[in-house]
T-cell receptor, first 113, second 112 residues
């Protein structure tokens, strides 16, 4: 059974800091891994999708890496801003044949001005 | 391109009632999934539909049901509501090629 873990549950950093959010999964036979952002009371916004054949993906100040063999992914946020404050979740499909996702509990990030 | 649209955004129901939530996927996406999000349990998978067929179902009681129409729009229904059904219900659509999930803004259901 696939399990996804995100530690720590919460993180507070000063504005401008570069930071890394971690995600680990137990079954390395994943089809892809997706990072999301969720603002309070809102839906999930897709940030980055990494296919199993890829090692990393970049979008603006965000960079996500994937190491299937160790069951880990990291989301790197450069030059953090108060607007980056949100909960960040990672998710993997249960298997490659469908879109059923297993989510981590998320990391709630607070960027202090 | 329009995103995933969920209606209504907010609902207040009393115990024992039933409720129907609606989800319109991104145009061209044939896969629609539903999730329940609560503070204690996080995001839990409810079911997935593809081309009007239920492909997967999560570990929820039979009071939770869904369907998908020929235009890929989906509905989920919860009968005999319980207080514990209070949650944010999220719908996601995916293109089959990438399986990338795009979520709607959710429906906040409060059962009183």
């Amino acid at each position: 059974k696939q399990e996804v873990t995100q530690i720590p549950a919460a993180l507070s950093v000063p504005e401008g800091e570069n930071l890394v959010l971690n995600c680990s999964f137990t079954d390395s036979a994943i089809y892809n891994l997706q990072w999301f952002r969720q603002d309070p009371g809102k839906g999930l916004t897709s940030l980055l999708l990494i296919q199993s054949s890829q090692r990393e993906q970049t979008s603006g100040r965000l960079n996500a890496s994937l190491d299937k063999s160790s069951g880990r992914s990291t989301l790197y946020i450069a030059a953090s801003q108060p607007g980056d404050s949100a909960t960040y979740l990672c998710a993997v499909p249960i298997d490659g044949a469908n879109s059923k996702l297993t989510f981590g509990k998320g990391i709630t990030l607070s960027v202090r001005p | 391109k329009a995103g995933v649209t969920q209606t209504p955004r907010y609902l207040i129901k009393t115990r024992g009632q039933q409720v129907t939530l609606s989800c319109s996927p991104i145009s061209g996406h044939r896969s629609v999934s539903w999730y329940q999000q609560t503070p204690g349990q996080g995001l839990q998978f409810l079911f997935e539909y593809f081309s009007e067929t239920q492909r997967n179902k999560g570990n929820f009681p039979g009071r939770f049901s869904g369907r998908q129409f020929s235009n890929s729009r989906s509905e989920m229904n919860v009968s005999t509501l319980e207080l514990g059904d209070s949650a944010l219900y999220l719908c996601a659509s995916s293109p089959w090629a990438t399986r990338e999930a795009f979520f709607g803004q959710g429906t906040r259901l409060t059962v009183v």
